[in-house]
């Protein structure tokens, strides 16, 4: 029996000292209050353990099955947003501090303290290249000194981080560095043609991280030139840089080709590039979500080149007496404000009053106030307070077909239209949207 005891102590003191933690503190520690850690895969993501944030600190206890690999820390909602990745070696606990404007260091992680001093180094010897090249040097010496402490802090690193989790990460960071003086010109043309030298696109490792789509991201919209560009001439060049990243994933997993084209898509939208993102769309995205059951991005795109700017809002129809109005038949307003409201939404109760007063100011807007109800007996009391707005009732509340046209999430909602009913503005509130109206 003691023998047995024995044998079961041991397993349990490898088990507790197999599990590590990950903690620190954010601040400003008033504006966090809980955390969720991740796993992350290629092109998908596990959780993994939460906690409370307390007074700026916290402490995340990692399970003892926790894989080396890439971990995401997420914040804040949405969480696609605010997070920021560690690497984690399955050895060690990791300290770090997180502040909102400086990001994040780390007091204690032999991989991540490394890697990001490597970053740093790495970054800043870069920046000296292009100083170099602004300012119009064509002195040999001065070039040939800055490949040297490029070649020397590339080398060091990697000889260095032998072994450890974050060389994998900073060989495939390897910066083309020229053998000889080269022009402005040259170094990015070629700076571009060796982009992918030292990237293997199939290293689980390296697609189990965000750092492949980060390089990708750069690689397809970052300039190349000084050159002033029109946004047509931009939108070409990002277009040709896509085909050569279709063609460096081939022989990926589908699902993770998904990944990399989703976040592609993802930046040229947020940045109004609508030709790039339905190619990206059309050509790649669309038909791999498809052939891989991932409708929800399909719908979320749709959705998104729904409602963008430009795009002419979806048609309302409501009641108006006897007969029927269409918000596509309106004329004569020199805009459009739609507001998606609920007569149960106490928000909405303090906010819609106030603006519809305001308004009054502005005898050029039309109002389309859209109720969305599970019935009529509020919203009949509440609207009949708010005259001067045109008035739809959408019965179902979320499941309505107007709540869905236009990807309602919460209430109010506003989005305002010009005179030809395209949308113009996504206003957050009454404020914005009167701070829109005064300045247009």
Same mark, same amino acid.
């Given at each position: 029996?003691?023998n047995i ?7 349990? #003191?490898?088990?507790?000292g197999?599990?590590? &933690? ?9 504006? $966090?209050?809980?955390?969720?850690? /991740? ?5 998908t993501?596990?959780y993994?353990?939460?906690? *409370? ?9 990692l399970?003892? &099955?926790? +894989?080396p690999? &890439?971990?995401? @820390?997420?914040?804040?909602?949405? =969480?696609e947003? $605010? /997070?920021?990745d560690?690497l ?6 990791i300290?770090l501090a $997180? ?17 990001r001093? /490597?970053?740093?180094?790495?970054t800043g010897?870069? =920046? ?8 119009g040097?064509?002195?040999m ?5 800055l %490949? ?6 590339? %080398? ?18 390897r910066p083309?560095i020229p053998?000889?003086?080269?022009s ?5 043309q070629?700076k ?9 696109l ?13 390089? @990708?991201?750069?690689?397809? $919209? ?6 002033k ?8 060049? /990002? ?7 279709h ?5 990926t997993?589908?699902?993770? =080709?998904?990944?990399v084209?989703?976040?592609?898509w ?5 940045y ?19 052939s891989?059951?991932?409708q ?9 080149n ?6 002419? *809002? ?5 009641k108006d007496?006897?007969?029927? +109005?269409?918000l596509?038949?309106?004329?004569g307003d020199? #805009? ?9 939404c106490?928000h #909405?109760?303090?906010?819609?009053p106030s ?10 807007i039309?109002v ?20 001067d ?5 959408? @019965?179902? +509340?979320?499941?309505? =077909?107007y *709540? ?6 919460g209430?109010p %909602?506003y989005?305002?239209?010009d ?5 113009? *503005?996504?206003p ?13």
């Amino acid at each position: 029996m003691r023998n047995i005891i024995s044998v079961l102590l041991l397993i349990s #003191c490898f088990a507790l000292g197999a599990q590590h &933690t990950i903690s620190g503190t954010f601040s400003p520690a008033k504006d $966090f209050t809980w955390v969720i850690a /991740y796993g992350i895969g290629p092109g998908t993501r596990a959780y993994v353990a939460d906690t *409370a944030i307390d007074n700026g600190k916290f402490t995340l206890s990692l399970p003892a &099955t926790a +894989k080396p690999g &890439t971990y995401r @820390l997420v914040y804040a909602v949405p =969480q696609e947003e $605010f /997070y920021f990745d560690l690497l984690y070696n399955g050895n060690e606990d990791i300290e770090l501090a $997180f502040d909102i404007q400086k990001g994040v260091t780390f007091s204690s992680s032999g991989e991540n303290k490394i890697f990001r001093t /490597y970053l740093k180094e790495i970054t800043g010897v870069k =920046q000296k290249f292009i100083n170099y090249y602004s300012a119009g040097k064509t002195d040999m010496g001065e070039f040939q000194k800055l %490949t040297g402490e490029l070649n020397g802090i590339q %080398t060091r690193y990697e000889q260095d981080t032998n072994g450890m989790l974050a060389n994998e990460f900073i060989r495939a960071n390897r910066p083309y560095i020229p053998s000889e003086y080269e022009s402005s010109k040259s170094y990015w043309q070629n700076k571009k043609a060796h982009f992918f030298d030292h990237i293997d696109l199939k290293n689980p490792v390296l697609q189990a991280s965000g750092f492949l789509t980060d390089r @990708l991201n750069a690689y397809v $919209f970052t300039a190349i030139t000084a050159a002033k560009k029109t946004k047509a001439e931009k939108e070409r060049t /990002y277009q040709g840089n896509i085909r050569t990243v279709h063609e460096k994933l081939v022989g990926t997993d589908s699902q993770y =080709q998904v990944h990399v084209f989703h976040k592609l898509w993802n930046r040229a939208a947020s940045y109004g590039f609508n030709s790039t993102s339905d190619f990206i769309f059309d050509t790649y995205l669309g038909p791999l979500a498809k052939s891989n059951g991932r409708q929800k991005i399909i719908a979320d795109v749709e959705a998104h080149n729904r409602l963008r700017f430009g795009a002419t *809002a979806p048609d309302i129809i409501w009641k108006d007496g006897v007969g029927d +109005k269409r918000l596509s038949e309106m004329e004569g307003d020199d #805009c459009y404000v739609l507001i998606f409201w609920s007569s149960t939404c106490s928000h #909405c109760l303090t906010e819609i009053p106030s603006l519809h007063k305001r308004l009054r100011a502005y005898p050029g807007i039309k109002v389309i106030a859209v109720g969305l109800e599970d019935n009529d007996l509020h919203w009949k009391r509440e609207s009949a307070k708010l005259p001067d707005f045109e008035h739809a009732l959408a @019965l179902g +509340k979320w499941e309505n =077909q107007y *709540a869905k046209q236009y990807a309602i999430a919460g209430t109010p %909602t506003y989005f305002i239209l010009d005179k030809d009913k395209r949308i113009i *503005a996504k206003p957050g509130n009454d404020r914005e949207v009167v701070a829109f109206l005064q300045q247009n």
